[in-house]
């Protein structure tokens, strides 16, 4: 009994190219019986950074470890680009304290069987730059910051030419400088043309950090669309301040807003209608409106809206 409500994937004209990622019907129930991710259907455009939202325990990891191979699901199926175009951040990769992040991303890159030794110098230094790490490419990894050391992970899934990111809670345990260098990271990223797939239980990181996003409740995917579309898919309400309180109540009727609301203001769903013409059709009929606003509801309403649930917002 999964209602997942797809709000319009951000491609008004044409055919939306294909997707960089996606599942069907994928589902992990772990032994003993638990369903840790139950039939999830995600959809993630190429060159968007989609997040993977999600209170901790709603199946976030299981989902992302299922794509990269790490555990099998029990049902369902995906696409993705093939695994050496995927770079991922899942458990930050063990980095050596006393060497430098360029000697530790050598050690990395040596250890993969699929990357010419010849070429491992270039690949080491374009990871490095790509993450704004060059100039500190010789200093001890003890000595990097936390925003330096997860940097430097990305970096270390950044060894190679990819097409797809996977980053599981890439800016956890990290200062509020950390996350901003990994938000920013993160952008960037994605506008060379790398797909970022990123997931966190903050809505306001998402909210920031991401195009697109897939919203999850204990195993199910509840939602998914572009940021815009999620925020703005729930009716955005107009709020009228006037003392006048029944005869606005009956010009917002009277326009058709749905759903009016008399209390100490108006309220009403806004729908289709520009505030300015509410405005007017107000003061035309004699309201003395004192204030006027539009709530649009955010990320979190909606999350709110779908689950009835409260989130972590912190961040
Ligand atoms: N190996 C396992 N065996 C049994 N249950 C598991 C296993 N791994 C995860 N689970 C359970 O599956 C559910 C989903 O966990 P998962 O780690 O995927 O969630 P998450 O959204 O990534 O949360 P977090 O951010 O805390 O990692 C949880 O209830 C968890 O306890």
């Known amino acids: 009994m999964t209602t997942i409500v797809e709000f319009e994937a951000g491609a008004p004209h044409g055919a939306a190219p294909s997707p960089a990622l996606t599942t069907k019907g994928l589902t992990k129930r772990f ?84 990357a010419s030794g010849r070429t491992a110098r270039a690949r080491v230094g374009q990871a490095l730059d790509r993450v704004g790490l060059s100039a500190a490419a010789g200093k001890r990894f003890r000595n990097y910051s936390l925003g330096m050391r997860q940097r430097l992970a990305i970096a270390a899934a950044l060894l190679g030419p990819r097409e797809l990111l996977v980053l599981d809670e890439p800016t956890n345990g990290l200062d509020p400088q950390g996350t901003r260098e990994v938000r920013t990271l993160v952008k960037e990223i994605a506008q060379e043309g790398t797909t970022v797939f990123v997931s966190s239980h903050l809505l306001a990181e998402v909210e920031q950090m991401c195009t697109h996003a897939g919203i999850m409740r204990t195993g199910k995917l509840v939602a998914q669309g572009t940021i815009a579309s999620l925020s703005g898919g729930r009716a955005a309400r107009i709020r009228i301040e006037t003392p006048d309180v029944a005869d606005a109540a009956r010009v917002l009727g009277a326009l058709g807003l749905a759903d009016v609301r008399a209390g100490g203001d108006v309220t009403a769903e806004l729908g289709g209608h520009a505030p300015e013409s509410v405005n007017a059709a107000l003061v035309g009929e004699g309201v003395a409106v004192r204030g006027l606003s539009v709530v649009r509801p955010s990320l979190e309403d909606v999350f709110v809206g779908l689950t009835g649930e409260g989130f972590d917002v912190d961040g």
């Open 31 to 114: 032994r003993g019986g638990q369903v840790a991710v139950d039939a999830v259907d995600l959809s993630v455009p190429r060159g968007s950074v989609y997040g993977f939202l999600g209170p901790n325990g709603s199946g976030k990891t299981t989902t992302i470890r299922m794509l990269l191979g790490l555990v099998a699901p029990t049902d369902g199926e995906y696409t993705m680009p093939p695994l050496a175009g995927v770079g991922a951040l899942v458990e930050g990769p063990a980095f050596y304290p006393y060497l430098s992040g360029e000697a530790n991303l050598h050690r990395l890159d040596a250890a993969d069987p699929t």
